[in-house]
């Protein structure tokens, strides 16, 4: 305090000295007392900063992490369904009686095999009349034709035979096509999922008797908002999972939809998967489509440790030389409690993840 006053005194002094046209003593008195308490107030501070710089500054125990880099990634969740590209119900191409099932769900067919048959005596008896009847044509035209070549007969005769011959020919062959028919054939190679009729039922057209599925063709579909497109590529990262408790697939968007839905604004996206017994057609999966990936690796943080200085802008505390300072920083996207960091940081630092509220900068920390 005396220090402070006697270098206080000189300039009092010399301000008195200045006033030569003041003689009011009061006037001077009251300006002696506001200095006085000018004097007080410099005093406190100066006695603070005094206190201040004799007592040692603590050392915090924080916890720490290296600076690392990694891709940054962000995800779009979305509910998706499996379907098979070749699910076909067959179904009798004529009216009829099933007579013959030759398959049962579960069971594996290829393509052509006959599943099941409708009642084919009427065909088959017209089918054999024709070629009784074929044969004497058939004969006929034989001879008609060796006649011909021997230059015996008339080419009227041996054209009527040829006629006659080939007329039938169609006939038989029209004949067995409605014999073929009455079998319910399949069109794909795969399994049988159901078999919806039964000996004795009437089929018909249209109505669908046996249902078979390629599992080896499986695709999933997936529906996004339009807000998305532009964002999803072809050949994109994909998650998927089937269910609780099932292993994670990583695979890649097989097709991205170029247009998107007038009513409910959003687009397709198929991912193929591969024959596999956890996926099975219409079965509803979680996809977790890639919306974003760092060109490179890049520094990324916990959202919550970055912080906000009205001066300096972003910022993150860290340990520099044992020191804590405040790194500049350049947020970019965040994504999973996650936020990418977009400009280079010393790899000398060590980012505190333990914030605390004693927090100064030059404060001593230690790495928990």
């Known amino acids: 305090m ?7 005194i000189p300039f009092l002094f010399l301000w008195l000295s200045c006033q030569k046209n003041t003689n009011d003593k009061d006037a001077l008195l009251a300006r002696r007392e506001e200095l006085l308490r000018e004097l007080q107030v410099v005093e406190e501070k100066l006695n603070k900063v005094i206190q201040k710089d004799s007592i040692p500054l603590m050392t915090l125990t924080l916890a720490t992490v290296p600076i690392e880099k990694k891709i940054f990634q962000t995800w779009i969740p979305v509910q998706g369904r499996v379907e098979s590209e070749e699910n076909v119900s067959v179904s009798s191409e004529i009216p009829g009686m ?13 393509k052509g095999q006959v599943l099941a048959e409708t009642d084919n005596r009427a065909l088959l008896q017209q089918l054999q009349d024709l070629k009784t009847n074929a044969e004497l044509v058939n004969q006929l035209y034989q001879k008609q034709k060796a006649l011909w070549e021997d230059k015996i007969g008339t080419e009227v005769q041996f054209l009527q035979a040829k006629t006659q011959k080939e007329s039938m020919d169609k006939k038989i062959a029209a004949l067995e096509e409605q014999v073929r028919m009455t079998k319910i054939i399949s069109p794909i190679n795969g399994v049988v999922d159901a078999v919806d009729v039964k000996v004795g039922q009437m089929v018909s057209p249209g109505i669908p008797a046996i249902r078979v599925i390629n599992l080896n063709k499986l695709k999933i579909k997936a529906e996004l908002a339009e807000s998305y497109a532009g964002k999803i590529k072809d050949g994109a990262p994909v998650i998927i999972k089937s269910g609780p408790g099932s292993d994670s697939v990583v695979t890649k968007v097989g097709y991205v939809q170029k247009t998107i839905h007038p009513v409910s604004r959003s687009f397709m996206v198929e991912i193929p998967v591969r024959s596999d017994k956890k996926y099975f057609p219409n079965q509803t999966v979680t996809l977790k489509i890639n919306e974003y990936s760092s060109e490179s690796p890049v520094i990324q943080v916990p ?46 630092l060590h980012i505190i993840t333990e914030l605390s509220d004693k927090l100064e900068e030059n404060l001593p920390v230690k790495a928990r």
């Not at 001066?311 to 500049?328: E, I, N, Q």
């Open 303 to 348: 959202s919550e440790l970055i912080l906000k200085d009205e001066k300096k802008g972003h910022y993150l505390w860290c340990v520099s030389d044992g020191r804590a300072v405040k790194a500049p920083v350049q947020p970019g996207l965040s994504y999973g409690g996650l936020t990418e960091i977009k400009n280079e940081l010393p790899p000398h």
């Open 98 to 110: 099933i007579t013959a099932i030759h398959v049962a769900p579960g069971q594996s067919v290829t």
């Open 2 to 8: 005396n220090k402070g006053l006697y270098i206080f």
